[in-house]
């Protein structure tokens, strides 16, 4: 009896390192396939440097940029925090300097992040202007997170 647990023992065992190396082949080769073309924007190369040197430039707080990063809304950001978004949009080259959202690039840049069709939705819903470049980076910003899409 013995002998016939340790056997089926034995079996079991191959059975489980046999779809745990399907499982590793699977995630290997089909995984980056799944995902390609939809990133998170941190994981963009273009990406490095730009968030210290925002948050350097424009004053913003450790808990502002806190939030930004987990794409938590902030009810009433001050001025550090808006310009730390336009700081952000034209390291990206998303926004002009008088703080026009350049809208062409903006759509190029979202289908790294989400399928086209989705990103030409989110510029045209979210082709706001406000007073000044700051103001109207961060109104750009809100727009996005009200539609889920975290652009930090």
Request: aromatic residues 8%; hydrophobic residues 40%; contains cysteine.
């Given at each position: ?146 539609k889920k899409a975290k652009l930090f």
């Amino acid at each position: 009896m013995n002998l016939v647990r340790i056997s089926s023992r034995k079996k079991s065992v191959k059975t489980m390192v046999r779809l745990l190396i399907v499982l590793v082949a699977l995630l290997t080769f089909a995984g980056p396939l799944a995902v390609r073309g939809q990133q998170e924007l941190s994981d963009l190369p273009e990406v490095k440097g730009y968030k210290l040197h925002c948050i350097e430039s424009s004053g913003i707080t450790e808990s502002s940029a806190k939030k930004l990063a987990a794409g938590e809304s902030i009810k009433e950001p001050d001025q550090p925090t808006k310009c730390f978004v336009q700081c952000f949009f034209q390291k990206l080259r998303l926004m002009d300097e008088q703080g026009v959202v350049l809208k062409d690039k903006l759509e190029v840049f979202l289908t790294k992040l989400m399928d086209a069709d989705k990103a030409k939705d989110y510029v045209q819903q979210c082709d706001l202007r406000r007073t000044n470049p700051c103001d109207t980076a961060y109104a750009v910003y809100d727009c996005y997170l009200g539609k889920k899409a975290k652009l930090f």
